[in-house]
């Protein structure tokens, strides 16, 4: 029942009540679906592995630090709880994975679930884009007059008009709530790609083509349409990850600076350049979030007010890290840092074939004790690194167009950091696995971590800087 509503969950935050509710969504019926999740999940805390992973920490320090933010950063102390209960819902995602989810066929659901979304607004927007839309290509939206922007919303919601470096006008597909972005649904896509490749199952080649090239060449299409630039970056990095493995770094490189230029041939971001010059306005960004850490570096300026402290700009960070750093300060950085650390070091532990071994742990008293507690599938040591690598590419994707979004704390990032964890704990049940890190090893590592992704972030600006 738990994972049912867990799901369920999931797919209304992703494509919003109102389009799986309809009329019912005025009664803020997710709100409903949480309470009902959050009560029939109390039962299976005591059996949970959430006591002993440091994102659960990092979770709760997150919901602290986004209050904390707009208490003493903007001096709001309503605006608090509100804080609070826009993480909340996307940081709860963590914990319903690790309570609910304890086989590779739960994680198939999930991934399954993210997939349905993909498809859906890539449906809809092909629908629209086919339909839907003038057939004498986009309008003008600066220039045309009496054009209603609000209109053109309600009636295309899953298109964005833009204008490109030629000032001719695109469309870019999108979806909404979570999504309601092209950059946001691009990185989401560049999530789920590589996860779908969890339904792969060797020497059956019509299921494979059917359940997973298939889908992936929708999605694929997909972030064609959405002509995002980071997300094409981010799916070279994917590319570039997924092939060293077998032909090595150099070879991946190559073959990935051979599909970034096709790409760009086939006009992928929509006719707009990927260089230092064109993302000057992003690094400008950058330059005014390190202004805001270092006028308030503990608490930061206040959850979702970096536009309203960007000197009359008007637009977010457009980097996941700077954005934390800037709204929440050191202090929220260090727990979003607190559970990608983890996360990272964690994924890639399962993904070695030298950290699995081969061989379960005997059934000492210790281990009997643990399974009684709450039974694990048993993967082997294959199964367990594939799940591993393919989780590694998705946190690649998703990091990697998130270094030039402002979505620190979208429910993507909880959802992955919860599987992770998953597939940690049917390694470690069966003793295939060293024990996680302590936490008292874990939190020097987060802080280093923090401090080292600013630094990182400021040595980029003054690069640019002299560039220029």
Known sequence: MGFVLSTL???TYYLTPRVLFGPLAVARIELIFAGLVCFVSLPALKK??????????ASIGLFFAGALSVLIGMHWGGGAIQAFSSIAPCAIAYFLVCLHCNSKKKLQVIVLILLFVCLFVIAHGYIDLRYGVPRGGPLQTETAEGFDQNLWNIEHPYLLVMTNDAGESFYRLR???????PNDFGQLLACVIPLTFIFWRPKKMLPNFVFVILPVCVLLYGAYLTHSRGTLVALMAVAVMAARRRIGTLPALLIAGV?????MALHFTGGREISAQSGSDRTALWSSGLQMMKSHPVFGVGLGSFADNCDGCGHTAHNSVMVCAAELGMFGLFFWCLFLFPTIRD???????AKVSDTGQAETEENVFLQSKRKYEAIGKAGINRLGRLLVLSLTGFLVAGWFLSRAYVMTYFLLGGMVEVVYEMALRRGMIAPRLPFTRVLPYAGILAVSLVLLMYIMLRITNLMH
């Open 48 to 57: 949970s592995l959430i006591f002993k992973t440091p994102q659960s920490l």
């Open 259 to 263: 599909l970034f230029a096709s790409a």
């Open 175 to 181: 979806g909404l709530g979570l999504i309601n972005d």
């Open 347 to 353: 994924a890639l532990a399962i993904a070695s074939q």
């Open 9 to 11: 969950y999931f797919v």
